[in-house]
C-alpha cells in the first residue's frame, strides 16, 4: 500500500525559529496538501498544491508559511518566525486527483517552546 | 466560508451497540468524504459519497449522502471495540473551484466499552 511519509515525526523548537517540515507524497498523485490539527481538534486545511503552485490557502496560511515541492518528489511546509500557537499536528495529505480521497501521513507532531 | 458541523462530539457505548454521527454543511457539497482517526493516529480514508441520496455500505457500516447534498451520516451496526477512534465527515464545495480542498468537520469520538 503506498504511503505518504512525513519527517520529522516530533520537532520541537523555540519561539521565533525556522521550521521546515518534510513530506513525501505518493509518486503519481497530483494534489498535495496541508492540514493541521490541535490535540485533540478539529483538522484544519492549511494549503493545497497543485502544478507546482499554491491553489488555495487558508486565512491561517500567513506570510510566516510557505510551501515548496524542491525536487519533484518532497513537498515542504516552512513556518519563519515560529509562535506558541503553531503548536500542533501538521498532517501532510495527497490525493490522485482534486476529486479523490486523501491518503494522510502520520503526521509531524511540532512543539514550539 | 464553508462550514462542517459535526454531532454528537463524544459518543460512548457498550460494544455490540449502534452508532450514528451525523454531518452537516452550510453549503452544498460536491461530495463528501469520512475518515477514521485511530488516537495517536492519523486521517485514514473510509469512504465518498458523490450522488444525492447515495447510500454506501462497508460491512457494519452505512454510509448516507443528503439529499440536498447538505447533510451525511454514518451509521455502525453492532458497535466492536476496533471502532474506537474519531469519526470525520469533511466535504469538498460544489461550483469546482475547491482545488481539491476538504473541510473537515470538528469529528466524533468514540468509546466502546466491552
Known amino acids: 500500500e503506498p504511503e505518504v511519509t512525513q519527517t520529522p515525526s516530533h520537532q520541537v523548537t523555540q519561539m521565533g525559529q525556522e521550521v521546515i517540515l518534510r513530506c513525501v507524497p505518493i509518486?503519481?498523485?497530483?494534489?498535495f496538501y496541508w492540514y493541521r490539527q490541535i490535540l485533540g481538534q478539529k483538522v484544519e486545511f492549511l494549503v493545497s498544491?497543485?502544478?507546482?503552485?499554491?491553489?488555495?490557502k487558508s486565512e491561517i496560511f500567513d506570510d510566516q508559511f510557505s510551501v515548496e515541492r524542491p525536487d519533484g518528489s518532497n513537498f515542504t511546509l516552512k513556518i519563519r518566525s515560529t509562535k506558541l500557537e503553531d503548536s500542533a499536528m501538521y498532517f501532510c495529505?495527497?490525493?490522485?486527483?482534486?476529486?479523490?480521497?486523501?491518503?494522510f501521513g502520520s503526521g509531524t507532531r511540532l512543539t514550539v517552546v | 466560508g464553508q462550514q462542517v458541523m459535526q454531532i454528537p462530539q463524544y459518543q460512548h457505548v457498550q460494544e455490540g451497540e449502534d452508532f450514528t454521527t451525523y454531518c452537516n454543511s452550510s453549503t452544498t457539497l460536491s461530495n463528501i468524504q469520512w475518515y477514521k482517526q485511530r488516537p495517536g493516529g492519523h486521517p485514514v480514508f473510509l469512504i465518498q459519497?458523490?450522488?444525492?441520496?447515495e447510500v454506501k455500505k462497508q460491512k457494519r457500516l452505512t454510509f448516507q449522502f443528503g439529499e440536498a447534498k447538505k447533510n451525511s451520516s454514518l451509521h455502525i451496526t453492532a458497535t466492536q471495540t476496533t471502532d474506537v477512534g474519531t469519526y470525520f465527515c469533511?466535504?469538498?464545495?460544489?461550483?469546482?473551484?475547491?482545488?481539491?480542498?476538504?473541510?473537515f468537520g470538528q469529528g466524533t469520538i468514540l468509546t466502546v466499552h466491552p
Open positions: 469533511a466535504g469538498r464545495g460544489a461550483g469546482g473551484t475547491s482545488y481539491g480542498k476538504l473541510t
Open positions: 459519497l458523490v450522488k444525492s441520496g
Open positions: 509518486s503519481n498523485h497530483l494534489y
Open positions: 498544491f497543485y502544478n507546482n503552485e499554491i491553489s488555495e
Open positions: 495529505a495527497s490525493s490522485e486527483t482534486g476529486s479523490h480521497g486523501y491518503t
